[in-house]
């Protein structure tokens, strides 16, 4: 298996522009989870979806992030607009089952905006 | 709340032994999670242990689980440049999701 896959590894983009951040999972799992890196902040998990459908985004840090998922093998995470503060690593995991299996993770976004 | 502790740096000479700490609060944690983290990449796992276990062994890794204390290590034997990375533990209750610790900085030295 390929692993999860994310796109774009990087980007460099100006304040104010739409930012889009996709990822596929690990074909046959029913969990996907969008987190964020920072040094000052860690790991923030931001939303995670169950066979496709948003469970809990408690974490996604204001109106401006948005995620969808529609179909089992492809998801989004949108910023828009994007602010300077949003500059970190976003990263996607997957797991066959949410809550009870191992969470695997995609190679990161590093986004920059500027 | 659920809270996972480590010590942000530690640095060894290459061939000792490295030993990474984590404590953890919630006592219903039913996996306990090593991740490694390499620069410029995602979080691999390394090994997890499950609550009812006091250790695990795998190659060069253990991982010691005191449950009474909340405590979680991962030591590295004959550790090796190729080993510095992050380490980030992490807990997982069932049903809920994972609660990843702020990571510990591994540096190895020649």
């Known amino acids: 298996d390929a692993g999860v896959i994310q796109s774009p590894r990087h980007e460099v983009t100006e304040m104010g522009q739409e930012v889009t951040l996709r990822c596929k999972p690990i074909?046959?799992?029913?969990?996907l989870f969008w987190y964020r890196q920072t040094m000052m902040r860690g790991l923030e998990l931001l939303i995670y979806?169950?066979?496709?459908?948003?469970?809990?985004d408690s974490g996604m840090p204001e109106d401006r992030f948005s995620a969808k998922m529609p179909n089992a093998s492809f998801s989004t995470l949108k910023i828009q607009p994007s602010e300077p503060r949003d500059s970190a690593v976003y990263f996607c995991a997957s797991s066959f089952r949410q809550g009870v299996e191992t969470q695997y993770f995609g190679p990161g976004t590093r986004l920059l905006v500027l | 709340g659920e809270d996972v502790e480590q010590s942000l740096f530690l640095s060894v000479r290459e061939g000792d032994s490295s030993v990474i700490n984590c404590t953890y609060t919630?006592?219903?944690?039913?996996?306990l999670y090593w991740y490694k983290q390499e620069p410029g990449a995602g979080l691999q796992l390394l090994t997890y242990?499950?609550?009812?276990?006091d250790m695990k062994q795998d190659q060069r890794l253990t991982v010691l689980l005191n449950k009474k204390d909340k405590h979680l290590s991962l030591r590295i034997a004959d550790t090796q440049t190729g080993d510095s990375a992050i380490y980030f533990c992490?807990?997982?209750?069932?049903?809920?999701?994972?609660?990843f610790g702020p990571g510990t900085r591994l540096s190895v030295l020649p």
């Open positions: 074909s046959g799992h029913n969990s």
């Open positions: 242990i499950f609550s009812n276990m």
């Open positions: 992490a807990e997982l209750n069932y049903g809920q999701n994972f609660v």
């Open positions: 919630d006592s219903s944690s039913t996996y």
């Open positions: 979806f169950n066979n496709n459908v948003p469970i809990d």
